[in-house]
């Protein structure tokens, strides 16, 4: 039999850990937007001031229009 090198071992020790919550993400979060993401984001943010969430007695929450007469939402 082959000598495992260290990151079989790991992979093989934690098999049943990534079958329940996956595989861990390898991509890095510290990177510059690009202008297309910027863009996104302030449309998303807009989209989102156009809404109000409100919250029942009984503690659940949803979601109306600010502004009633737009019925550009619908």
């Known amino acids: 039999m082959a000598k495992e090198n260290a990151a079989e071992k790991f992979m093989r020790r934690t098999g049943k850990l990534r079958a329940i919550f996956g595989?861990?993400?390898?991509?890095?979060i510290g990177h510059e937007m690009t202008a297309q993401n910027r863009e996104l984001l302030a449309q998303r943010q807009a989209e989102t001031?156009?809404?109000?969430?409100?919250?029942?007695p009984d503690g659940s929450t949803y979601v109306v229009p600010r502004d009633p007469s737009d019925k550009s939402l619908r």
């Not at 595989?23 to 890095?28: C, F, I, M």
């Open 49 to 56: 001031q156009q809404w109000e969430t409100l919250h029942r």
């Open 23 to 28: 595989p861990a993400s390898r991509t890095s």
